[in-house]
């Protein structure tokens, strides 16, 4: 009687409970294939984090040393204050930079992202051999891109200083700035955009009103990594820069042949807070934006 509760006859009671241990054994079989934690991927992970920072937190360390030796003789802030107060040329070869880097990436996003539309939206005869030539820049070694254009500049009788400084660093971000904002697109709906035409939006107002909002936090992030390229650039710089146009990499290899200055250690302390300061409320934004 108690087998026939709910209507259920005892052959389908016992169907049941053997489907039940049937299902729990192929649940155990399929938890042991699936792959698990490898016991020291937290060691290796920690490894990997100290071996990245350890160098930057020994020079924010030793950019309050007293001494200009590798040994803590106590805490001062001497080389602030000559980095601050004592370091004129040093403060001009970085504001050089500033003004090359923010320049020279503002008109290379502008051109990479026009490229990346156009390649996105229009279809035309050698797409695929513009977009793939488009990488060279990449790929090759920039000792080989250095020489290149001062071998062009040289030819075109285009005297070294900062206009050749600043070609040089829009020619290497382009590409990067193409790859960035080109895997934003494809990643957006082109329905969108064929949604405005429909609705009457003339080229012009596709392109601001439509695909460059989609597109903000790829040019976005294209236009820091462009930025930061050329911050840090030294080969290409070295082979192109005139009288007047050292920038803070050049500046500090100069000082480097004479000998380790603290204060350069101060100076990369102060870098690495601005761009904490910069990129970090940069970064809540994008995803704040991407998420919409």
């Known amino acids: 009687m108690a087998a026939k509760i709910h209507g259920l006859k005892p052959y389908r009671i016992a169907a049941l409970f053997h489907a039940r241990r049937v299902v729990r054994k192929g649940a155990k079989a399929a938890a042991k294939l699936l792959p698990r934690k490898a016991k020291g991927s937290n060691l290796i992970f920690w490894l990997v984090i100290l071996f990245l920072f350890a160098p930057l937190f020994v020079l924010l360390i030793y950019s309050f040393n007293r001494s200009r030796s590798g040994e803590w003789t106590g805490f001062s802030f001497v080389w602030y204050q000559r980095l601050f107060l004592e370091s004129p040329d040093l403060w001009r070869a970085f504001q050089n930079s500033v003004v090359i880097a923010f320049t020279s990436a503002l008109m290379a996003t502008a051109l990479g992202t026009l490229a990346a ?38 030819g075109v009788g285009l005297r070294l200083g900062m206009l050749t400084v600043w070609i040089a ?52 992030s294209a236009f820091l990594t462009a930025v930061t390229l050329s911050l840090e650039d030294f080969v290409i710089t070295f082979f192109v820069s005139g009288p007047g146009a050292t920038t803070l990499p050049l500046y500090i290899y100069s000082m480097i042949r004479f000998g380790v200055s603290p204060v350069v250690n101060a100076l990369s302390a102060v870098m690495i807070a601005g761009t904490v300061l910069l990129v970090y409320p940069l970064r809540n934004f994008l995803k704040v934006f991407a998420a919409r």
């Not at 539309?117 to 488009?134: E, I, P």
């Not at 709906?189 to 064929?194: G, H, L, Q, R, T």
Request: overall charge negative; hydrophobic content about 50%.
């Open 117 to 154: 539309v156009g390649t996105a939206r229009y279809s035309f005869k050698f797409k695929s051999y513009v977009s793939t030539m488009s990488f060279i820049p990449m790929i090759l070694p920039e000792i080989v891109v250095g020489v290149s254009l001062l071998v062009f500049f040289a």
């Open 169 to 220: 660093h829009t020619t290497f971000n382009i590409p990067f700035v193409y790859l960035l904002v080109s895997a934003r697109l494809e990643e957006s709906d082109p329905s969108v955009v064929e949604a405005a035409r429909d609705l009457g939006a003339s080229e012009l107002q596709t392109l601001f009103r439509v695909i460059i909002p989609m597109a903000l936090p790829g040019i976005a």
